[in-house]
């Protein structure tokens, strides 16, 4: 495939989407829409791009007997789903920083150690190049509202025996599902 035109088609608070026109190995002509975080992309570089726009936090608690995982309300499926704390990066702001904020907005836990960073990774590649960073920590505190209005969440810790019933009975974002699955086996 090789791209040969980007043309953006519409502009949202928060996402624009975008036509990727692309000739493919046999010369034809293919069109592929996607969506993004970045609102002036002219480039495949900026395609691409450099720097995650948001982080993924995987965190235990003190224990390490137990993973942190949101019942979230998410809007595009009209349901609630179980999912990781994750956020936006802020201008300016380090992928840490975003996690302590985020983990702090969404549960009113403290993250008090970092172990470990997974790098890019994408949100939805099947139609954004949305990156994440994965943020693997350890937190503590008591758990009170999102300060966000526009979020309804349910944070909660959850044994390796509550995760594998969680995964047989409710809705996850992919991520999740997938580390929850394997970090329960263990």
């Known amino acids: 495939m090789k791209l040969q035109h980007i043309a953006k088609k519409e502009s949202g608070k928060f996402i624009t989407r975008y036509d990727l026109e692309y ?8 069109v592929y829409e996607i969506i ?5 992309i002219k480039s495949e570089e900026e395609l691409r791009g450099d720097a ?6 995987i965190i235990e608690d003190e224990s390490h007997e137990k993973l942190l995982i ?8 009209d349901s609630w789903v179980y999912n990781f704390p994750a956020g936006l990066i ?13 983990l ?3 549960t009113g836990l403290e993250l008090i150690s970092i172990e470990d960073h997974i790098g890019k990774s994408y949100s939805a590649v099947g139609f954004s190049n949305e990156a994440n960073v994965c943020v693997v920590g350890t937190a503590r505190g008591d758990f009170r509202k999102s300060t966000s209005n526009v979020e309804e969440i349910e944070p909660g810790w959850y044994t390796k025996a ?3 019933e969680l995964l047989n009975t409710q809705p996850f974002a992919a991520r999740t599902q997938a580390y929850a699955y394997l970090w329960s086996k263990e």
């Open 36 to 40: 993004s975080r970045n609102d002036d």
């Open 52 to 57: 995650p726009d948001a982080v993924v936090l």
């Open 23 to 30: 000739e493919t190995e046999d010369k034809e002509q293919k």
């Open 104 to 106: 702090w907005e969404e």
């Open 162 to 164: 509550q995760v594998r």
């Open 70 to 77: 949101n019942k979230e309300f998410r809007l595009a499926v």
């Open 90 to 102: 802020d201008p300016g702001e380090t992928a840490d920083e975003a996690a302590k904020r985020e």
